[in-house]
């Protein structure tokens, strides 16, 4: 792999963001294809995924890892989308009415965009009618709903169930450390995920499968 | 099962003060095993640390039931099980529903305010709350990590201190008159900037807990050989193994 390549994926691996725009500029500079840019920034931030999921990183470190590959998508996205690389799918995301907790969302939406994914990112406390008028608005391919406390289970399953009766039917996928996969059965998910990298797979299936 | 059912308490560290309150001078359990708090973090972590201790304390044949002074807890206690002896534990959410005396007006008050960080002496004690030993703790823990590299350090800081970026007021829950606890929470609001207020607390839960009051409306009993499980209603309920 190319130097600064390989210099990016160690920033984002390390939380370094000025040594991530730096190595991301050079890269770009340098003239290497931006699809490759991605694919060292998302290698870097499953990374990080993996050693927090290991406990041997902690919530902190995946903070300053994220905000690290949001600084070089910032230098990155431009490039992206004049050589044609656009997103093909698009994803409306957000915690949960009642539930203020965004770490597992936010990582979640790094790593969808590290896959290319067009994210629109509804936030906290979200109320089942404003995903449903970001859907009304972006039609996307899909709705991410996260959720860390048992708390605000319930309004998961009501939010599933309101954004189940839009048409065209809309494929929604759930996660957060509560939630289990009977849970998202149960509740009438059309997916779950335990993770960040395995919700990007999941998210690249249901669109695939949507094709 | 009886009013003198021979018990073992399992309960988080973070009850610490409010059991040695109400057990008193002659305690109503036959033994008690704490377990450090915090475990929820790392629900699988909890589930086989509250599984191992119910595996020890199971091996007293003088035990005839094991309490556990638990909630959900990030559903750490799905799955839990007893191969000897009935478990006993609330029908609670966390720590904070049984301290409030259930579940209802826990939901009641993140429903007013989905900004409210809970504490109580337990969690005080523990310094994990938002405040300024906790921010402390982190430099000192980073800085330990990261001994040549301030900015990294800086960084992680403001990180951990982003993840409470969304609330907005401190809510301390007692049940023991802790008047220290009480002061430490009220500076780490005004630390925070964030709002102070002072939840009655209900010691209903946890006393009946104690007293053998177990009716089922709010405790669940899991026979042995059964697990700790929820249902389609997302309620406590015991299943087979």
């Known amino acids: 792999m190319n130097e600064s390549l390989n210099q990016l994926t160690t920033a984002i691996k390390a939380g370094k963001r000025k040594d991530a725009r ?11 294809p931006p699809q490759s840019v991605l694919d060292a920034l998302t290698e870097g931030m499953n990374d990080v995924g993996v050693r927090f ?8 470190e995946v903070l300053v890892a994220a905000r690290a590959m949001q600084k070089s998508m910032d230098l990155l996205e431009p490039v992206l989308i004049a050589s044609g690389i656009e997103p093909e799918f698009s994803i409306v995301i957000g915690t949960v009415e009642g ?22 990112d509804l936030g906290v406390n979200v109320s089942a009618e404003a995903f449903a ?74 669109c695939a499968n949507a094709q | ?69 638990y909630g959900l807890c990030g559903n750490g ?3 839990v099980h007893a191969i000897r002896c009935p478990l006993i534990l609330p029908r609670a959410h966390d720590c904070i529903s049984i301290l409030l005396g259930g579940t209802a007006p826990h939901n009641e ?31 000192e823990v980073y800085s330990a990590r990261y001994p040549d590299d301030d900015e990294m350090v800086d960084d992680l800081v403001e ?20 008047a220290d606890a009480e002061t430490y929470c009220k500076d780490c609001a005004k630390h925070l900037g964030w709002q102070f207020r002072r939840l009655q607390g209900d010691a209903t839960m946890l006393q009946d807990l104690l007293n053998r009051n177990w009716d089922d409306t709010r405790y669940l009993t899991v026979p042995p050989g059964h697990s700790i499980a929820l249902n389609n209603q997302s309620e406590l309920v015991s299943e087979p193994s």
């Open chain 1, 22 to 32: 730096a190595a991301t500029a050079a890269a770009l500079e340098a003239g290497l």
């Open chain 1, 53 to 60: 999921k290991a406990n041997t990183i902690f919530v902190p």
């Open chain 1, 99 to 120: 539930d203020l907790h965004d770490i597992g969302k936010n990582l979640v939406m790094m790593m969808l965009k590290g896959a290319n994914f067009k994210v629109i």
């Open chain 1, 133 to 206: 008028n970001a859907v009304a608005e972006h039609k996307p391919d899909l709705v991410a709903l996260s959720a860390l406390l048992t708390t605000t289970m319930p309004a998961m399953e009501s939010i599933v169930c309101d954004l189940s009766r839009i048409e065209p039917p809309i494929k929604i996928i759930v996660g957060g450390a509560p939630i289990t996969p009977d849970f998202a059965d149960q509740i009438g998910a059309d997916g779950y995920s335990a993770d960040a990298a395995s919700a990007v797979e999941l998210a690249q299936k249901l």
């Open chain 2, 1 to 69: 099962m009886s009013q003198n059912t021979k018990y073992a308490l399992l309960a988080c560290d973070v009850f610490k003060e409010e059991l040695t309150t109400f057990g008193g001078e002659t305690p109503p359990w036959h033994r008690i095993e704490y377990l450090e708090m915090g475990l929820h973090d790392q629900p699988d972590n909890l589930r086989s640390e509250v599984q191992a201790a119910i595996a020890r304390l199971e091996v007293d044949p003088a035990i005839e039931t094991v309490l556990l002074a």
């Open chain 2, 77 to 79: 206690l799905l799955g």
């Open chain 2, 109 to 139: 008050i993140l429903k007013e305010n989905p900004g409210t960080y809970f504490y109580s002496p337990g969690w005080v004690r523990g310094k994990r709350v938002p405040g300024p030993d906790r921010e402390a703790h982190i430099r």
């Open chain 2, 159 to 178: 990180a951990d201190a982003e993840t409470f970026a969304h609330h907005s007021c401190a809510a301390y829950v007692d049940l023991t008159q802790n």
